[in-house]
């Protein structure tokens, strides 16, 4: 039998989580009420003096001596990756963990973002706040705040947040001896490369299910803050991310700066246009979701305008393709939507939490026979053919309300695998909705439209100009008119006059074969409404009971829940007076279970009871109601046995103590202590190297040591070898991103002996350290506190890069923590605005599914913003895409105490190279 056969049997395998966001308090009840296992939120700003008692405990004077910023002017909102959200007040904080731990829900707090030293006093203040309110764990980012609690707290649950970018089996290994213990995974990764993580990891892994696609790998994405002025907070890092990806650009030859005539939709996917007959049937199959996949969006043949949305992605939906993912081993599923409201979070929730429980059909039980492999071979075998088809049938209706609860049109990423075209359409601004239609013919403030599916009145509707989306028209409808009557409501199939307000379109941006899209069902969103209000919960915890019950003795009855998402609470309720025999009713184990299934408005139900009955005894129905009260006022005010976490007073002044003792060995063992920074240039053209008048000049100069970044691996051997016999030092500039199939370049760039690396992810760091190879950690790593430079230096860097998100005047504050021997800095460069996945060249250039030809080594590209400014598009050895800002950082006149500084030359900037001066 083929292995991956009964994937679930041979795993013995269960329901994954299903983690739900709560941008507010309002997102945790509607969460909790629709089925989520968990969820995640950001916390909030509030007094801490008025916080709870628990603060009497901290030492906040012995913060302050560690050299940090005034804690009071701190705010703790951009500790969370979304600060525009509502969150969580922390004075909320315990309220809320009571009530998701009393319905059976597990609590994440979000400290998602990278933190600066002066910072770090207040993160320790909130982990304890975290711990002593019992959240189960700990979302991060930054390594040093990882590092931080697990010194404060080593029992507190940690996940990794995929602004981690840890997309590598050995990635992920090195911040498990952290103590993370789960594993957000990176978007751009395909099923089998998450099938792979999952087998050759043991830690949980996460991944997400649902909502806004990032362009940028997160964590990579520099744009809010490159485009907004270095040195500023505006930093996705930061919690403040501007969404600049959602804004039109203009493509642009990269040689004339002429712009480029980007493939229609028709001609990337290489078809011919269509008859108005085989339109519906043919083209909805080359969409974001295909047929099978139950959605029928539709794209229409015209052509893309100078500029659009070419960076704005599709959002995310697996609905159609959760079978498959299921089958990977994932641990956790994750719905990103922390700055929707309400209705977004309890209506998504409640569809995927239907989703799960259709598949596994009851509560613990697995489907057997799923085959994994190719598409072709992904289907559920012989005895789950029934279930498969209910699924199927659940799928198809629930896309449609995903689609019209938001969508900026809907794909499933990289999981199916890279393609370009289906990810960017180009045409994506905001919520476009589902598919309604196809305009057959407009008349003045009416449109006659062939409907795919159903319409009423009072529902909005967009007709969608893709050629110039700022012009699309929408409205709500106002009358529709079916073969000469008027009727509130439609059915897909028929074709219809749809009245409008008087004015309210322009009939010149609205032609015939649009397509229309339903954006509005007030029908809809009332019964998301009723369903919030109501605060009916999708279901309940289940209670055992065990029941003793003898003639002559009290009744005694051990109470335990059955909750799989939090720890059980159990508890003994006993009589007061002593059972007596039965003349003719004695007690029976139907009529306990009459009585204490009774919960009404509950959070609980009764699941099963067992009971020992000897001597025929008799108890009166009242005494049996009490104990039901007295068991459903325990189960309220009780709070769940979670144990105790110890907290350790100090911990960031120990680890800063620890350090200071690293520092200083660090400190013996450097020799020289020159004045001048070390000046070191990354070059990322080969033909530099091979100009020895050039290459002359560069060493005359004084710099010595030149970093290499190319887009093949012989260029690499080229340059390395020139720069030994110009006897200088040659450092290989490695891949940003690793994936699980990729690790095996790491061997080549050995095999080159090469002076140092350039490392920019943790799987390089471990490979070359193993290999007595210097390494020296770039700016991707995001290191700019004291704690995750020295976890760095001691996971074996030479020195480490200071990363985009410190700002000028924080690099003196860090200098009195780390040696400025182990600091470099860029001080003349260009910031990467976006590092993806997905492919410029291939989306606009190139017909789907045929070869690119390694296109972005002969057709340069540029990127021409609203404002003018234009950007250069590279791409790196392993095809990735990456934006650089027009903007040249100049931080020349700003080094401080660093002794390596690096000069970053792009093809644009070598006739400078020599003009302009130190």
């Known amino acids: ?103 059976g829900v597990r609590g994440y707090v979000t400290l998602n973002t990278l933190v600066r030293s002066g910072e770090l006093p207040v993160i320790e203040r909130l982990l304890r706040e975290i711990v002593t309110n019992r959240c189960d764990a700990v979302l991060v980012q930054d390594l040093g705040v990882a590092r931080l609690a697990r010194k404060l707290c080593p029992d507190l649950t940690l996940h990794a947040s995929t602004q981690m970018s840890l997309t590598s089996q050995q990635s992920i290994k090195l911040a498990e001896t952290l103590g993370i213990r789960r594993i957000v995974l990176p978007r751009e990764l395909s099923l089998k490369q998450i099938r792979k993580l999952c087998a050759e990891t043991t830690i949980e892994l996460e991944c997400f299910i649902h909502g806004a696609l990032c362009i940028s790998f997160s964590g990579q994405c520099y744009a809010s803050l490159g485009l907004g002025g270095h040195n500023t907070n505006r ?24 712009i480029l005539e980007q493939k229609s939709w028709e001609q990337k996917i290489g078809k011919q246009k269509l008859s108005e007959s085989e339109f519906s049937e043919q083209q909805y199959s080359t969409q974001p979701f295909s047929k099978q996949h139950f959605s029928k969006q539709q794209y229409s043949e015209q052509q ?41 979070v309890a209506e998504v929730t409640k569809i995927y939490r239907n989703a799960l429980d259709t598949l596994f059909e009851t509560k613990n039980k697995k489907p057997e026979n799923v085959r994994i492999g190719n598409r072709k071979e992904d289907k559920f075998g012989d005895k789950t053919n029934l279930l498969q088809q209910k699924f199927s049938e659940t799928a198809a209706v629930a896309v449609n309300r995903l689609e019209l609860t938001f969508s900026r049109g809907f794909s499933t990423g990289w999981l199916e695998g890279i393609d370009p075209c289906r990810l960017v359409p180009g045409n994506i601004t905001s919520h476009r909705g589902s598919f309604l239609g196809t305009v057959i013919e407009m008349r003045r403030d009416a449109a006659v439209v062939d ?147 009774r919960l009404g408005e509950t959070v609980y139900t009764l699941d099963k009871i067992d009971a020992i009955i000897e001597g025929d005894p008799i108890i009166p129905l009242s005494v049996l109601g009490q104990l039901r009260r007295e068991m459903i006022e325990k189960l309220k005010t009780c709070r769940q046995d979670f144990p105790k976490l110890k907290l350790f007073d100090g911990a960031l002044e120990s680890l800063r103590m620890e350090n200071k003792h690293f520092s ?26 091979e100009n020895d008048f050039m290459l002359q000049q560069i060493l005359e100069s004084g710099c010595c040591s030149f970093y290499g970044e190319f887009r093949e691996m ?66 991707s790593l995001n290191i700019i506190n004291d704690l995750s430079f020295h976890q760095i230096l001691e996971w074996g860097a030479e020195r480490i890069t200071l990363g985009w998100d410190i700002a000028t005047e924080q690099v003196e504050e860090l200098c009195r923590f780390v040696p400025a021997e182990k600091i470099e800095q860029i001080i003349l460069g260009r910031i990467p605005l976006f590092t993806m996945e997905h492919c410029l060249w291939r989306a606009n250039l190139v017909k789907s599914k045929e070869s690119c030809h390694r296109l972005c080594q002969t057709q340069p590209l540029q990127l021409r913003d609203r404002r003018g400014a234009i950007h250069c598009v590279r791409s790196d050895l392993l095809c990735r895409n990456i934006i650089e800002s027009a903007e040249q950082i100049d931080l020349r006149k700003n080094v401080i105490k660093t002794k390596h500084v690096r000069i970053e030359w792009n093809e644009s900037d070598i006739d400078n190279l020599f003009t302009k001066k130190k």
């Open 235 to 258: 930093s996705a890092n930061r919690g403040c991310c501007a969404q600049p990806c959602r804004l039109p650009y203009t493509l642009l030859d990269g040689l004339s700066g002429n």
């Open 1 to 103: 039998m083929d292995n991956n056969a009964n994937f679930y049997a041979a795993n013995n395998y269960f329901q994954p989580e299903l983690l739900a966001p709560a941008g507010s308090e309002e997102c945790v009840y509607a969460a909790v009420e629709n089925g989520a296992d968990a969820v995640y939120f950001g916390l909030s700003e509030v007094n801490f003096e008025t916080n709870s008692k628990r603060n009497s405990e901290v030492d906040f004077e012995t913060n302050s001596k560690s050299g940090a910023a005034e804690i009071n002017n701190i705010k703790i909102d951009h500790f969370n990756a979304r600060s525009r959200a509502t969150n969580i007040p922390l004075n909320k904080l315990g309220a809320t963990m009571d009530y998701l731990h009393r319905h």
């Open 714 to 779: 012989d260029e690499y051997k080229t340059a390395a070898d020139i720069v030994r016999r110009m006897k200088g030092e040659f450092v290989a500039v490695l891949p940003r991103i690793l994936k699980p199939d990729e690790s095996g370049i790491l061997k080549e760039f050995a095999d080159l002996e090469p002076d140092a690396v350039l490392a920019r992810n943790l799987e390089e760091i471990v490979f070359f350290q193993k290999r007595k190879i210097p390494v020296i950690a770039d700016f």
């Open 451 to 597: 409907l795919f599916t159903s319409v009423r009145r009072g529902d909005g509707v967009r007709f969608e100009n893709e050629t110039s989306p700022e012009h699309s028209q929408g409205g709500r409808v106002y009358e529709i008119i079916y073969r000469r009557q008027s009727v509130p409501e439609a059915k897909a199939g028929s074709r219809v006059l749809l009245t409008f307000a008087n004015h309210s379109l322009d009939s010149n941006y609205i032609l015939t074969g649009q397509k229309v899209h339903k954006t509005d069902d007030p029908q809809l969103q009332r019964e998301i409404r009723k369903n919030l209000e109501t605060h009916r919960l999708y279901r309940k915890i289940p209670l055992q009971l065990f029941v003793r019950a003898v003639a002559g003795e009290p009744i005694v009855v051990d109470v335990q829940n059955l909750s799989e998402t939090t720890k059980t609470t159990t508890f003994r309720l006993k009589g007061t007076t002593n059972l007596e025999t039965a003349r003719k009713h004695p007690l029976s184990v139907d009529l306990l279970r009459e009585q204490f299934s």
């Open 664 to 689: 200083e060995q660090l400190y013996s063992a450097i020799e020289s202590q020159n004045e001048q920074p070390t000046i070191h240039i990354l070059l990322r053209h080969v033909r530099i190297f």
């Open 304 to 344: 893309y305008s100078e500029s659009k949305q070419i960076l704005s992605p599709c959002d995310l939906a697996v609905l159609p393709i959760l079978p498959q993912l299921l089958a990977t081993g994932i641990k956790a599923l994750k719905i990103e939507g922390r700055l929707k409201p309400p209705e977004y």
